[in-house]
């Protein structure tokens, strides 16, 4: 996970999901749109995943 990432999760979630394909998105987005700390633990989980 880079820097780049983190600051991404951070500012956007579902932008820094993008490569870990739609499922991830959709969830993220969800999750964000229902608050932000929920999308951005979730955003970190799924690219802390490899």
Do not use: E, Y
């Not at 983190?6 to 499922?23: K, N, Q």
Request: with cysteine.
């Amino acid at each position: 996970m880079s820097c780049l990432q983190v600051l991404l999760c951070i500012i956007f979630p579902p932008l820094a999901v993008l490569d870990r394909g739609c499922g991830s998105i959709i969830i993220v987005t969800i999750l964000t749109c229902l608050g932000w700390v929920p999308g951005t633990l979730a955003a970190l989980i799924i690219l802390n995943k490899n």
